[in-house]
């Protein structure tokens, strides 16, 4: 089992409203950041696996640019036409740091 922080810059890497395409031991996780909170998700849209980061940071939520599927940013349930909700990652900023915590069976 594979649990981990992993560091992803400085707090000062990231503009506010901003979405950052990451690879976290081969999965692609976007990192976001709105109103001075750091999100962490799966990059793909459980409906089709569109690409979130090509979508709309929208408050509280991320739209897939692909069918318009919306994501909520702190329980990662989805609007029409997803079903699924998509999976969150832990995020914690210490010391001006920045880590996701990935967590894999």
Known sequence: MID???????????AEDSMTPLEIHGREVLLIVQSGEFYALEDRCTHDNGILHD????PGAVKCGRHGAKFDLRTGRPTLPAVKKV???DTLVEDGEVFVRYQEA
């Open 87 to 89: 999976r969150l990652y």
């Open 55 to 58: 979508g709309e940071l929208l």
């Open 4 to 14: 981990e922080r992993i560091r992803v810059g400085a707090v000062s890497d990231f």
